[in-house]
């Protein structure tokens, strides 16, 4: 059974009514907004330099970049790198996206670079945005319909903001939404904890990375 990071986050009438409405279970009454599927697409979310920073405490790192979240954003990338490698291994496609700010004149800025550790391979698809879902004003849905695919596991940031956008337009679309949380992260603690939630509830499936991977594993 997953642990659920926003487990501490919950009154004692909170867990109650997650459980007696079904929650825990079924995910939202409305619509199936639960599932694995059996063809998924690896989505990487906006890592670029502007977004990550450095390797050091976020008060450190938005000195640099005011949108850098810093050791936040390499925690998540420790377990990026590997499970990103993992599944190329198996076959998945992995898309990238690259936010691209209107403040920005230059869409081949350095700042705009998907960081090292976790940057495309050259198999992998860089698709550009300039709002929070990889939906909007892209060609994602069209590659994921050519591609047959059924299911996305959403990697990167922020959960409360380009995250949550993309997963609810996913599920919205008909694919189911795969996140493995530790992969994915924001720099606010109480929006990451409270944006997973809110997704778990209504429109994806929230797992630990290992349960990911053996998904995966099952699938390839």
């Known amino acids: 059974m997953t642990d659920h990071i926003w487990d501490d986050l919950l009154s004692e009438q909170d867990k109650q009514v997650i ?3 079904g929650y ?9 907004s639960r599932g694995l599927g059996e063809n998924p697409m690896v989505l990487v979310i906006d ?12 008060l450190d790192a938005i000195e640099d970049y ?23 291994d198996r076959g998945l496609p992995v898309t990238y996206t690259r936010v691209v700010p209107s403040s920005y004149d230059d869409p ?13 391979e050259p198999e992998d698809t860089v698709i550009d945005k300039s709002y929070a879902s990889a939906f909007y004003g892209t060609d994602l849905l069209s590659r994921l319909v050519r591609g047959d695919h059924d299911s996305v596991i959403i990697v990167g940031n922020s959960t409360s903001g380009c995250v949550r ?9 008909g694919f189911d939404v795969i996140l493995p949380q530790e992969c994915l992260f924001d720099r606010i ?11 778990w509830m209504k429109y994806a499936e929230v797992q ?10 099952s699938v390839t």
Do not use: C, N
């Not at 825990?24 to 199936?32: F, N, P």
């Not at 956008?165 to 679309?173: I, L």
């Not at 630990?208 to 594993?217: H, R």
């Open 208 to 217: 630990e990375l290992e349960e990911v991977e053996a998904y995966v594993e």
């Open 24 to 32: 825990d279970e079924s995910g939202a009454a409305s619509w199936e």
């Open 189 to 199: 603690e109480a929006s990451h904890k409270i944006g997973l939630l809110d997704l």
């Open 108 to 120: 081949d800025h350095e700042d705009l670079d998907i960081v090292e550790p976790v940057e495309p």
């Open 66 to 88: 005011r949108t850098a979240m810093g050791d936040i954003a390499w925690e998540a990338i420790e377990h990026m790198d590997p499970f990103l490698e993992f599944a190329r």
């Open 47 to 58: 890592m670029q330099r502007l977004v990550v920073g450095e390797d050091e405490p976020i």
């Open 165 to 173: 956008a993309t997963s609810v337009d996913a599920q919205q679309h």
């Open 19 to 21: 459980s007696k409405a």
